[in-house]
């Protein structure tokens, strides 16, 4: 019987052995697990941060370009508005339409011509002495019947 204590106490000795390496083992993975996941916290809630700071830099650039696109509006409308604009655009539609009568008709050509070289010369003559002080005081405005009146005189 002595035997057998002998052989159960060696046993019971390496079992408690066994079940503290194996508890030591057991230790060491759960203290690696958690520090892994520690790890992979710390890199995720840094992601985060970078993410939500670019995410609130580009939100911010959004905005700064919708103030820019809505100031940008407002000044073409502005602009487009200005004095001189409307006027500059029906100056285009009558040009294209005098380059089609021009192509279209063929005695225009010659009294049109006639015609621009006399308002040429009319309007040199309003950069220099008293003209030019008067039709900035008293703006003229033509009639359409004046222009073939001075074409006829010319012809004649």
């Known amino acids: 019987m002595q035997n057998f204590l002998i052989g159960l106490?060696?046993?019971?000795?390496?079992?408690?052995v066994l079940v503290?390496?194996?508890?030591?083992?057991?230790?060491?993975e759960i203290l690696a697990t958690n520090k892994e996941t520690e790890r992979?916290?710390?890199?995720?809630t840094d992601r985060m941060d970078l993410e939500s700071e670019g995410l609130a830099?580009?939100?911010?650039?959004?905005?700064?370009?919708?103030?820019?696109?809505?100031?940008l509006r407002i000044s073409l409308s502005t602009y487009s508005q200005k004095?001189?604009?409307?006027?500059?655009?029906?100056?285009q539609i009558y040009q294209l339409a005098v380059d089609r009568l021009t192509i279209n008709s063929p005695g225009f050509g010659a009294a049109w011509q006639a015609a621009l070289k006399e308002s040429e010369d009319e309007f040199?003559?309003?950069?220099?002495?008293?003209?030019?002080f008067i039709?900035?005081?008293?703006p003229i405005k033509t009639d359409a019947?004046?222009?073939?009146?001075?074409?006829?005189?010319?012809?004649k």
């Open 9 to 16: 106490g060696i046993g019971v000795v390496l079992a408690i």
């Open 20 to 28: 503290v390496i194996m508890s030591a083992k057991r230790h060491q």
């Open 40 to 44: 992979l916290k710390r890199m995720l």
């Open 57 to 71: 830099k580009l939100k911010e650039q959004n905005e700064e370009l919708k103030k820019q696109n809505e100031n």
């Open 83 to 91: 004095p001189g604009r409307k006027e500059v655009a029906r100056l």
């Open 124 to 132: 040199q003559k309003t950069y220099v002495g008293v003209q030019p």
């Open 135 to 138: 039709k900035r005081l008293i």
């Open 145 to 155: 019947a004046v222009l073939p009146q001075t074409v006829e005189t010319k012809d």
